[in-house]
């Protein structure tokens, strides 16, 4: 469907709306960079969060993450946070009615930030030199979830009445899983469309790799070192299935191709995390323990993806005497992590890219990522298509000194609100 451009005059204003908003927009992603929302402890940031929805004039509801509603659910995983406060904060800006709705989903937790000692600017500092916000949670990612507020906050101030509903939300439990946007969609929130505000660097991106834990258990027979041809030792038999996971690594991405990933051999890497074996240098080990993550390309079906790994798991052992007795063990454990897309040719694909093109002068790039997301979760359990497209970049989430560009935040600002104006009045 062709989209209608918006009525210009509103489209400036919009515009206008947000510079003027510009000193309060950085203010208000420093407060939340400020603020502390590890995995768990996201409270006080939600809190904060709800208020500010509040100071809009939305329905803003608070939603917790609970087990007993999430456990039935087929994409549920338990992350191990317990269901404690875990809340998840939804506002809606209700339409005047007959528009298109449109969900503006972000994440409040955080990771941990790791050594103090990398980082150069505190990482609940909020710190600003030059275009840069500092702090752990700046790109990935609190300036999106302000840049969803303020492209709002904008919208009003310029005084548009959308046709189609607007959801705002702010969810917990992305980073270890998708707990809290499950709990949007277990608890009936949809809409026609959905943008998440990860930190793409202002490129769209409409599609993910998945990613699936495993375990893989080597048994040996232990014995005194000195007498080794006894027995059987398990990383002896351990190192030619990790290097079978080279290979396989390798020919899974031989005959794979998706126009949006430009590394044609890193889009569902195999990589193992952590091996542990042996208690004493002069034993024989009987036990090793290797665990990773096995990538899922686009469009693969996960049991497709575990049966493999399985398959060529059994061939290695099948050619060595002591495993055909001995079969090495495969466990799926902890994150289990489908792919999502959405198709290139969706509706909220292109009046993204055409808000960012009119702002920016020029399309903004395609990419695949090879994180997990919650995009997912709307794709594949709530049927609703969508799209990230977010400021800051990915290679500074998760790292010391992460940062937003300033920039970003407001280009991204900006973009979010013509793409109000144009998606949810047709
Ligand atoms: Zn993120």
């Given at each position: 469907?062709?989209?209608?451009?918006?009525?210009?005059?509103?489209?400036?204003?919009?515009?206008?709306?947000?510079?003027?908003?510009?000193?309060?927009?950085?203010?208000?992603?420093?407060?939340?960079?400020?603020?502390?929302?590890?995995?768990?402890?996201?409270?006080a940031?939600?809190?904060?969060?709800?208020?500010?929805?509040?100071?809009?004039?939305?329905?803003?509801?608070?939603?917790?993450?609970?087990?007993?509603?999430?456990?039935?659910?087929?994409?549920?995983?338990?992350?191990?946070?317990?269901?404690?406060?875990?809340?998840?904060?939804?506002?809606?800006?209700?339409?005047?009615?007959?528009?298109?709705?449109?969900?503006?989903?972000?994440?409040?937790?955080?990771v941990?930030?790791?050594?103090?000692?990398?980082?150069?600017?505190?990482p609940?500092?909020?710190?600003?030199?030059?275009?840069?916000?500092?702090?752990?949670?700046?790109?990935?990612?609190?300036?999106?979830?302000a840049?969803?507020?303020?492209?709002v906050?904008?919208?009003?101030?310029?005084?548009?009445?959308?046709?189609?509903?607007?959801?705002?939300?702010?969810?917990?439990?992305?980073?270890?899983?998708g707990?809290?946007?499950?709990?949007?969609?277990?608890?009936?929130?949809?809409?026609?469309?959905?943008?998440?505000?990860?930190?793409?660097?202002?490129?769209?991106?409409?599609?993910?790799?998945?990613a699936?834990?495993?375990?893989?258990?080597?048994?040996?027979?232990?014995?005194?070192?000195?007498?080794?041809?006894?027995?059987?030792?398990?990383?002896?038999?351990?190192?030619?299935?990790?290097?079978?996971?080279?290979?396989?690594?390798?020919?899974?991405?031989?005959?794979?191709?998706?126009?949006?990933?430009?590394?044609?051999?890193?889009?569902?890497?195999?990589?193992?995390?952590?091996?542990?074996?042996?208690?004493?240098?002069?034993?024989?080990?009987?036990?090793?323990?290797?665990e990773?993550?096995?990538?899922?390309?686009?469009?693969?079906?996960?049991?497709?993806?575990?049966?493999?790994?399985?398959?060529?798991?059994?061939?290695?052992?099948?050619?060595?005497?002591?495993?055909?007795?001995?079969?090495p063990?495969?466990?799926?454990?902890?994150?289990?992590?489908?792919?999502?897309?959405?198709?290139?040719?969706?509706?909220?694909l292109?009046?993204?890219?055409?808000?960012?093109?009119?702002?920016?002068?020029?399309?903004?790039?395609?990419?695949?990522?090879?994180?997990?997301?919650?995009?997912?979760?709307?794709?594949?359990?709530?049927?609703?298509?969508?799209?990230?497209?977010?400021?800051?970049?990915?290679?500074?989430?998760?790292?010391?000194?992460?940062?937003?560009?300033?920039?970003?935040?407001?280009?991204?600002?900006?973009?979010?609100?013509?793409?109000?104006?144009?998606?949810?009045?047709?």
């Open positions: 469907m062709p989209q209608t451009p918006a009525p210009a005059p509103l489209t400036a204003a919009v515009d206008r709306a947000v510079d003027a908003l510009l000193p309060e927009l950085v203010e208000f992603t420093r407060s939340i960079v400020r603020i502390p929302s590890l995995p768990g402890g996201e409270v940031a939600q809190r904060a969060m709800a208020a500010k929805y509040h100071s809009l004039g939305l329905e803003t509801d608070v939603v917790l993450s609970t087990r007993e509603a999430l456990a039935g659910h087929p994409a549920f995983t338990d992350d191990g946070i317990p269901f404690v406060d875990r809340l998840n904060v939804i506002a809606r800006w209700r339409g005047t009615g007959g528009g298109r709705s449109l969900i503006l989903n972000g994440h409040m937790d955080v941990p930030p790791g050594d103090l000692e990398a980082w150069s600017h505190g609940w500092s909020g710190e600003v030199v030059g275009d840069r916000l500092y702090g752990r949670g700046s790109c990935d990612m609190k300036a999106g979830l840049a969803a507020v303020f492209a906050q904008a919208v009003q101030a310029a005084g548009g009445r959308l046709a189609g509903d607007v959801l705002l939300q702010s969810v917990i439990g992305e980073e270890s899983g707990v809290g946007t499950l709990t949007t969609i277990v608890h009936g929130y949809r809409a026609d469309a959905c943008i998440i505000m990860e930190p793409m660097a202002l490129n769209i991106c409409p599609v993910h790799s998945g699936l834990t495993f375990r893989l258990t080597v048994h040996g027979k232990g014995v005194h070192a000195s007498l080794k041809p006894a027995g059987v030792s398990a990383i002896d038999e351990m190192i030619p299935l990790l290097q079978a996971l080279d290979r396989f690594n390798a020919d899974r991405h031989r005959t794979f191709r998706h126009p949006l990933y430009a590394d044609a051999e890193n889009v569902a890497p195999i990589s193992v995390g952590t091996l542990r074996s042996g208690n004493w240098p002069s034993s024989v080990p009987d036990l090793a323990v290797a990773g993550r096995l990538g899922v390309f686009p469009g693969e079906d996960v049991g497709d993806a575990r049966a493999a790994f399985a398959a060529l798991i059994a061939d290695v052992a099948r050619h060595r005497a002591w495993l055909v007795d001995h079969p063990q495969v466990e799926w454990f902890e994150g289990q992590f489908e792919s999502g897309s959405t198709p290139l040719d969706a509706p909220i292109r009046a993204v890219s055409e808000s960012h093109a009119a702002h920016a002068g020029s399309p903004p790039g395609l990419i695949g990522v090879q994180c997990g997301t919650d995009l997912r979760l709307f794709t594949r359990h709530a049927g609703i298509p969508t799209v990230m497209y977010g400021p800051g970049s990915l290679t500074h989430a998760h790292a010391a000194d992460e940062f937003v560009p300033v920039s970003e935040l407001v280009h991204c600002t900006r973009v979010l609100a013509r793409t109000l104006l144009t998606w949810c009045d047709q």
